[in-house]
């Protein structure tokens, strides 16, 4: 059964984006409420269709962005926030995604909606292969019904200090990279393998 509850290949034939879309099986996620570190995760955002629309100036009346999907935030002031983070994304309550970011969920989201570029839609197909099948699939996903969500965990700061001309100097160190590795490999110690469009964990950080 796919994780939208329904039979989605009648759907996944339709959108001429289908060769950026992931189906993904129900039996290869797990339910948040049953991850073992959900503690450390936090809502941060609900992700929906786009269908805000202008309401002044030549635009008034069309869509205000050509993009098909928004990220609503549930704290706009944390997820502004440049910082470390970890995150989830669930699909009907089923974590599909886990991943970090060095520079804040806002801008995370935002590289997640240059997924909207690739050339089917007739963009110029200049964006990550991640962020286009990332963002494709949540909007395949988000016309067939279902719930999309962004949990976030903020990494905690990390300050280390190093000799430069023989001073002392503190520096902010960047460990997401590493959190996220171990995360990840944890996760799939603990249910057998990845979430379903999370990418393989660094194996500089794996134990």
């Known amino acids: 059964m796919d994780i939208s509850g329904k039979d989605p290949q009648e759907a996944y034939e339709g959108p001429i984006t289908k060769k ?11 339910v948040f409420e ?12 609900e992700i929906v269709l ?30 502004n926030k440049e910082t470390e983070w970890l995150y989830l994304l669930l699909i009907n309550g089923r974590i599909v995604k886990l991943g970090g970011t060095r520079n804040g969920l806002k801008k995370r989201a935002g590289s997640y909606l240059c997924g909207h570029h690739v050339k089917e839609l007739g963009k110029s197909g200049d964006m990550s292969k991640t962020n286009a099948f990332i963002y494709n699939t949540l909007v395949f996903y988000l ?8 949990m976030g965990y903020q990494l905690p700061k990390t300050e280390i200090t ?14 997401y990279h590493a959190y996220e590795s171990k995360f990840l490999d944890d996760y799939k110690k603990k249910y057998r393998e990845y979430p379903f469009l999370s990418d393989n964990c660094d194996p500089a950080y794996k134990s």
């Open 162 to 175: 190093i000799q430069i001309f023989g001073q002392d100097t503190v520096i902010t160190a960047q460990t």
């Open 20 to 30: 950026w879309i992931k189906l993904i099986p129900l039996d290869k996620t797990i």
């Open 50 to 79: 786009d269908t805000e629309l202008s309401k002044k100036g030549k635009k008034a009346g069309q869509k205000q962005r050509n993009t098909l999907i928004q990220f609503l935030p549930t704290a706009a002031k944390v997820f």
């Open 143 to 150: 016309q067939l019904g279902c719930k999309v969500e962004m």
């Open 34 to 45: 049953d991850y073992h570190r959900k503690e450390h995760f936090i809502p941060v955002a």
